[in-house]
């Protein structure tokens, strides 16, 4: 049983918003669908959702057309809330919850479990209007998991929430995780990825640039990453002279290495101790997920541009 996407293309007019997208969601794990702005991120999913309909490829679930699943089979955090302003709270929990086949008793007791447990029990008798926008956001989540869907699509779920808010859902999300439910979220939030995702998948303008477990995809991206930290305030125009070493960050407590083209991050130690620093971190690790996604986006784009200035009848 999992959600696998295949080969998805879609296309809006003069648009190729998808063009062969493809991933597969185990239960169990926490996927993570990442892009930039008008990758086509939102597309796949209303696709998933069966609110549109691809051009080709296809989206199954437990072997079977996704479109043959029955509605409580999904779950959906839009981006764009989707809550009823001047509706109650505790009414339109209940109203979502019966849409999925929940009796309005039980919708209204998982109700007010999950505002308990988001802290905001005593909003049930309030307007969506009246609460802000972190607390919409909360409730939303709540409708779209009220009915305990075995696949959770989510657009920016952390959109808006505060370190204490993020950390309630985060929580929430790993529960659900825990027992067996497949989770795709997008999101720009890379460090949200990091903590949560078993998985990802980076788009961009409708193509495919990697895919694969977080893990493997960051061993994958062929470079290492040393976070140097030295007392005092270093020269460090040194690093500059070692194969294949380039500084990207640097802060108050350490600087960031990139190595690559066969370089040895050990080769980084043994310069700053040969040259008398008084090293006070020095950590070797695989590219964030982050830095993956910047750069990939980045060649994806130079790429585009290096095509679009090429005459059409020139290309092949």
């Not at 696949?151 to 952390?158: C, K």
């Not at 008398?276 to 986006?297: C, K, L, M, N």
């Amino acid at each position: 049983m999992a959600l696998v996407v295949d080969g998805l293309r879609k296309r809006f007019g003069e648009v190729q918003a998808l063009d062969g997208i493809g991933f597969r969601v185990e239960p169990g794990q926490v996927f993570g669908f990442l892009g930039p702005n008008g990758a086509g991120k939102t597309t796949t999913m209303r696709i998933v959702l069966d609110i549109l309909r691809a051009d080709e490829g296809s989206v199954t679930w437990a072997d079977r057309p996704a479109s043959e699943a029955a509605r409580r089979t999904w779950g959906y955090l839009p981006e764009d809330r989707g809550l009823y302003p001047r509706m109650k709270v505790l009414d339109q929990l209940v109203f979502y919850g019966s849409l999925y086949g929940l009796p309005r008793r039980e919708a209204a007791a998982r109700a007010r479990h999950w505002l308990a447990r988001f802290r905001i029990p005593e909003y049930e008798d309030r307007r969506a209007e009246q609460l802000s926008k972190g607390n919409q956001q909360k409730v939303q989540f709540i409708a779209a998991i009220l009915h305990d869907p075995d696949v959770l699509l989510m657009d920016e779920p952390f959109s808006g929430l505060d370190p204490i808010n993020v950390a309630l859902l985060k929580d929430a999300v790993l529960e659900m995780r825990d027992r067996g439910r497949a989770l795709v979220f997008s999101t720009h939030q890379m460090e949200q990825v990091e903590e949560l995702c078993g998985a990802v998948a980076i788009i961009d303008r409708g193509h495919l640039l990697v895919s694969g477990e977080t893990r493997e995809v960051r061993r994958r991206a062929g470079r290492r990453v040393v976070r140097l930290g030295v007392a005092g305030d270093p020269d460090l125009g040194w690093l500059d002279t070692l194969p294949g070493v380039r500084v990207t960050r640097s802060g108050l407590d350490y600087h960031e290495l990139d190595v690559r083209d066969g370089g040895d991050p050990e080769t980084i130690l043994q310069a700053a101790l040969a040259r008398g620093e008084y090293v006070t971190r020095f950590e070797i690790a695989d590219p964030s997920i982050e830095d993956i996604f910047i750069e990939q986006v980045g060649v994806s784009g130079a790429e585009e541009r290096r095509l679009a200035a090429v005459p059409a009848g020139a290309r092949r």
